[in-house]
């Protein structure tokens, strides 16, 4: 609970990582949209920039994706906690190439294309596409065929894609 001028903020969960403070909330649509008027969104978003100006970044999910797809909530909250934990050894140049490759992917919400990667890198499209089959090689992309299997059209993230981000 933090205090602000006669105001008690509760969160919902609360992670702590070193220096890494992150908030995890848990919104029903009632009480968090339907219910609320212009004085308490006023005040539920002055508490998240309160939140967030104390060192706790908000991160919200609503009710029915945790009740109906924990999946989804799992993968997000994942994604962004992957962002903060220390790893116990060094990452290397190309661990991080493949996180920004899972990133670009991920951000886009469609098939990543070669011409997406050479904009995103400012790279060649023969160095793109080595990068990408050799992304797919490692298990992080599949490759997404026209015609039979003679020419990839894109790739799309495999079902483990996370496994690059920890």
């Not at 105001?7 to 220096?19: C, E, L, N, V």
């Not at 998240?48 to 706790?56: K, R, V």
């Not at 023969?126 to 990068?131: I, P, S």
Request: charged share 30%.
């Amino acid at each position: 609970m933090l205090d602000w001028r006669g105001r008690s903020y509760f969160a919902d969960f609360a992670w702590f990582s070193g220096t890494v403070k992150l908030i995890i909330e848990i919104k029903g649509f009632a009480s968090h949209v339907r219910d609320m008027d212009r004085q308490k969104y006023c005040h539920e978003l002055n508490r998240e920039t309160f939140l967030h100006a104390m060192g706790y970044p908000v991160i919200s999910f609503a009710y029915d994706d945790v009740e109906k797809n924990p999946e989804i909530c799992m993968t997000m909250l994942k994604m962004v906690m992957s962002r903060y934990q220390a790893r116990r050894a060094p990452i290397t140049r190309i661990q991080l190439a493949d996180k920004e490759f899972i990133r670009l992917a991920v951000q886009q919400a469609r098939l990543i294309r070669p011409k997406d990667v050479e904009r995103h890198f400012g790279i060649d499209h023969k160095t793109a596409v080595n990068l990408l089959k050799k992304l797919c090689s490692k298990g992080g992309l599949i490759p997404l065929y026209r015609g039979n299997r003679q020419r990839v059209v894109g790739y799309e993230l495999a079902h483990d894609f996370l496994n690059f981000l920890d």
